[in-house]
């Protein structure tokens, strides 16, 4: 199982944080819209779910544990799938109804072997998330970019709706813009 070591940082000024990262030569990878379907396991594990993603890229299908709400607290495992809505008929077939149905539109940089992610969801402000292959890797990159330490999480996307933003997500069905 991989452990995911990644950051997010809240409210960010996308503008001022292009900019930045196209001054700093950062490699601009992609500008698309992401789907999901999100799934909870019969009976429901706290803090433990299945996810189906077509990033507009690939389509994969991943187990996640939020094992503790730290830098690399979560574990997850994913494989890549060749069909979004056939994945999501067979998960039916073995007992997982989707919770829900998701939609964000998402900016990716690299920036140093950094994925900087430019994250825009329903109903909250835009975000950024930063995953890498260490702790130190992505402190390096919240240094470059001059990063608000007050505005970094280590909080999931579910629960930034949540403990932030005061909205369950877990009630809304079809999240989309």
């Not at 060749?82 to 919770?99: A, C, V």
């Not at 608000?148 to 877990?170: A, E, G, R």
Request: glycine share 2%; charged share 35%.
């Amino acid at each position: 199982m991989h452990t995911e070591i990644e950051e997010r940082i809240l409210e960010i000024d996308v503008d001022k944080i292009v900019k930045k990262l196209e001054s700093l030569n950062a490699k601009k990878v992609g500008d698309w819209y992401q789907k999901r379907y999100v799934y909870d396991f019969n009976p429901k594990r706290e803090d433990e779910w299945i996810r189906l993603r077509d990033t507009g890229m690939k389509i994969t299908l991943t187990y996640k544990n939020v094992e503790k709400n730290t830098i690399d607290g979560t574990k997850e495992l994913e494989i890549e799938v060749s069909n979004f809505e056939d994945t999501n008929d067979m998960l039916k077939i073995l007992g997982y109804t989707p919770r829900a149905y998701q939609e964000n539109k998402r900016i990716r940089y690299i920036l140093n072997e950094v994925e900087i992610d430019i994250d825009s969801w329903p109903m909250i402000p835009t975000y950024m998330e930063l995953e890498g292959n260490s702790v130190e890797e992505i402190k390096k990159i919240e240094e470059i970019l001059e990063i608000d330490k007050s505005k970094i999480t280590n909080l999931n996307c579910q629960s930034i709706y949540k403990d932030i933003y005061n909205i369950d997500v877990d009630s809304i069905k079809k999240l989309k813009f």
